[in-house]
């Protein structure tokens, strides 16, 4: 896969407004499918298939715990991503 595939893999990632405020409640504290539901006022259906979509493209890692699994992201991911977006929408001022 070129670079350019991997970057707009990574905004496909996170063009669902769902999945972004997923990442931000992850990022805060790993939750279960239940919990992301209530928060997000989605059913827990919905969030399993975002969650498949963030698990696929390893921003998220389940945990079991007991007979739940609680998810939580990976800031190694989150960290990668965020130099990519950064080289990419970085803009200088040819100016100086």
């Avoid at 670079?3 to 063009?15: G, H, W």
């Avoid at 390893?58 to 998810?71: A, K, T």
Wanted: aromatic residues 4%; contains cysteine; proline residues 2%.
């Amino acid at each position: 896969m070129s670079n350019a595939e991997e970057i707009a893999r990574m905004f496909k990632v996170l063009s669902v407004g769902s999945r972004v405020r997923i990442v931000e409640l992850l990022k805060e504290r790993s939750l279960c499918v239940n919990a992301l539901a209530k928060a997000l006022d989605i059913t827990p259906a919905a969030v399993s298939q975002h969650l498949r979509v963030l698990r696929d493209a390893e921003v998220v890692l389940p945990e079991r715990r007991g007979y739940s699994v609680h998810y939580r992201v990976d800031r190694d991911v989150l960290a990668e991503w965020n130099g990519i977006a950064s080289a990419l929408l970085g803009v200088t001022n040819e100016n100086e």
